[in-house]
């Protein structure tokens, strides 16, 4: 055999490394170099899962605290343990919470232990983080819990995904004043770190009675199908600065079309169809303000016609008000002569068919949590032979969970998506029982499938076999740092997905495919 040049071996090294590049994958193309041997393909070093591991990784993530000498918020890094299935939201805020403080970096608050609300987690819908504190931080002052509010909203607006906070205390939104007249709104990340300086420009500003009120708040939409409600954006104006103001600025506003909703279902126009102007009560004893909702019965109608199921308008309406109207623990509502006092809900994720008691017609926002939803994206085929992404509805807590993904993928293309006319990638047959198991290592999520993919998949040609991996790759790789894809057949990484994909090595997200 004749001896191969350096400069050849060099060239031949680099054309391998191109052709690996253009695959879209990390795993090796096996190279006949002769009649006898084969390139080696890549190894891994990571076994196949067997089971969702429950062992965290850990990120590194930004807290926003005020610096101990001027008490401007600053960002201080950490590195925490997080869930590989879970949001790192509720993790960042925790860590936030036990901070205690340094020469350089001061506690959010030296005298009160601030935590969660017992039982709630971070609400992540629509863009939005809604986060929901103990009752101990009721004790703290006004200008403590702006601090603390802000500082909760720079922490959050770290992620990509999430644009306005939402805090509560005990499931009520605090306010901005003493009296909780003002409400403190949608917050975004701040551009400038001068907590306190904003803080007096926000406190000391007058609220004229007559004078007209602009401010981001937080919108609850349902969405089609009736399968829950899903979180917008958006400014609200009143005329005026009243509770009842505010009331029917909300009712305005969420009659309006949602602007950046892939899913709009039209409200009916909710302000004409009030009979009476709401009422809000502030009952000696009680834990807070009640609004009263008197709607002519023609609503019944309307919400048939907009394809709104009654419950799902009561968990928009809860969920909207209590978020923004400050001190705000429920509402009434009245359609016709008759008082809702309970409603049975058709077509949720969970809950179906489970019916909902309103104690003294009174809704309160515990009641509706599991209505919450937020979208996914996944990805399906296309008439042109590239893969679409379409975004779907499924409850909030599920958008991180790489099973609960694949599993929405092996259902195919549902009249509830944002995109039409798309067509399944996974073969008909596979179910969850054939994921046998997922974990996460770094910046990768590993797939050990059954044998039966192979199986389900062998009439497929090569382009229906290259749509089927990377619209699995794909669909992972929305998950926050996920980069790569391992895929596993019956616990190995040997030979072809089905006819034509190497199995070995790991997948990387291909964006040429979409279209």
């Known amino acids: 055999m004749n001896k191969i040049s350096n400069s050849k071996l060099l060239r031949l090294a680099a054309l391998l490394a191109i052709l690996t590049l253009l695959s879209g994958c990390m795993a090796s193309i096996p190279v006949r170099q002769d009649g006898e041997q084969t390139l080696p393909p890549v190894a891994t070093q990571y076994p196949a899962p067997l089971g969702d591991a429950t062992d965290g990784l850990v990120q590194s993530v930004l807290l926003s605290l005020p610096n101990a000498r001027t008490g401007r918020l600053e960002y201080l890094q950490e590195r925490l343990l997080v869930s590989h299935n879970r949001h790192p939201a509720e993790y960042a805020i925790r860590r936030l919470f036990t901070y205690s403080g340094t020469t350089q970096t001061a506690p959010l608050c030296r005298e009160t232990i601030l935590s969660l609300n017992p039982g709630s987690a971070i609400e992540i819908s629509g863009g939005t983080a809604t986060v929901n504190l103990g009752p101990s931080a009721l004790s703290i002052s006004d200008q403590e819990r702006y601090l603390v509010s802000r500082a909760i909203a720079n922490t959050l607006a770290q992620w990509g995904d999430i644009h306005y906070v939402n805090v509560l205390i005990n499931n009520r939104q605090p306010g901005l004043d003493t009296a909780a007249t003002m409400p403190v709104g949608s917050l975004s990340r701040m551009s400038d770190g001068d907590i306190a300086g904003l803080w007096d420009a926000v406190s000391r500003k007058p609220a004229l009675a007559g004078s007209p009120y602009t401010a981001m708040a937080t919108l609850y939409y349902p969405v089609s199908a009736g399968r829950g409600i899903v979180a917008a954006p958006g400014l609200v104006s009143s005329q005026d600065h009243s509770l009842t103001g505010f009331v029917k600025a909300l009712l305005e506003a969420l009659s309006g079309q949602?602007?950046?909703?892939?899913?709009?279902?039209?409200?009916?126009?909710?302000?004409?169809?009030?009979?009476?102007?709401?009422?809000?009560?502030?009952?000696?004893?009680?834990?807070?303000?009640?609004?009263?909702?008197?709607?002519?019965?023609?609503?019944?109608?309307?919400?048939?016609?907009?394809?709104?199921?009654?419950?799902?308008?009561?968990?928009?309406?809860?969920?909207?008000?209590?978020?923004?109207?400050?001190?705000?623990?429920?509402?009434?509502?009245?359609?016709?002569?008759?008082?809702?006092?309970?409603?049975?809900?058709?077509?949720?994720?969970?809950?179906?068919?489970?019916?909902?008691?309103?104690?003294?017609?009174?809704?309160?926002?515990?009641?509706?949590?599991?209505?919450?939803?937020?979208?996914?994206?996944?990805?399906?085929?296309?008439?042109?032979?590239?893969?679409?992404?379409?975004?779907?509805?499924?409850?909030?807590?599920?958008?991180?969970?790489?099973?609960?993904?694949?599993?929405?993928?092996?259902?195919?293309?549902?009249?509830?998506?944002?995109?039409?006319?798309?067509?399944?990638?996974?073969?008909?047959?596979?179910?969850?029982?054939?994921?046998?198991?997922?974990?996460?290592?770094?910046?990768?999520?590993?797939?050990?499938?059954?044998?039966?993919?192979?199986?389900?998949?062998?009439?497929?040609?090569?382009?229906?076999?290259?749509?089927?991996?990377?619209?699995?790759?794909?669909?992972?790789?929305?998950?926050?740092t996920v980069r790569r894809v391992l895929l596993y057949l019956d616990g190995r990484q040997e030979g072809a997905v089905v006819h034509t994909l190497d199995l070995s090595g790991a997948f990387l997200r291909n964006e040429g495919i979409i279209q």
């Open 258 to 480: 949602p602007e950046g909703l892939p899913i709009p279902v039209r409200v009916p126009d909710l302000l004409t169809m009030l009979a009476q102007e709401p009422v809000i009560t502030e009952a000696a004893g009680a834990t807070g303000r009640v609004i009263q909702l008197h709607f002519h019965e023609s609503l019944n109608e309307a919400l048939i016609g907009a394809g709104i199921p009654r419950s799902v308008m009561m968990a928009s309406l809860t969920y909207t008000l209590t978020t923004f109207v400050p001190l705000t623990s429920g509402l009434t509502v009245t359609i016709g002569q008759e008082p809702i006092m309970a409603v049975v809900p058709a077509g949720l994720y969970e809950g179906a068919g489970e019916e909902i008691l309103f104690e003294n017609g009174l809704m309160q926002r515990a009641q509706f949590n599991h209505f919450l939803l937020n979208y996914c994206t996944l990805y399906f085929a296309n008439a042109q032979g590239s893969l679409s992404a379409s975004l779907r509805p499924i409850p909030y807590y599920q958008a991180y969970n790489p099973r609960y993904l694949l599993g929405q993928l092996m259902l195919g293309p549902l009249n509830t998506d944002s995109t039409g006319g798309l067509a399944p990638v996974l073969p008909e047959g596979l179910k969850d029982a054939d994921l046998l198991g997922l974990t996460r290592q770094q910046d990768m999520v590993l797939v050990n499938i059954s044998g039966k993919l192979r199986e389900l998949s062998k009439d497929m040609n090569a382009q229906e076999e290259l749509l089927m991996v990377y619209a699995m790759v794909n669909t992972l790789t929305q998950q926050g």
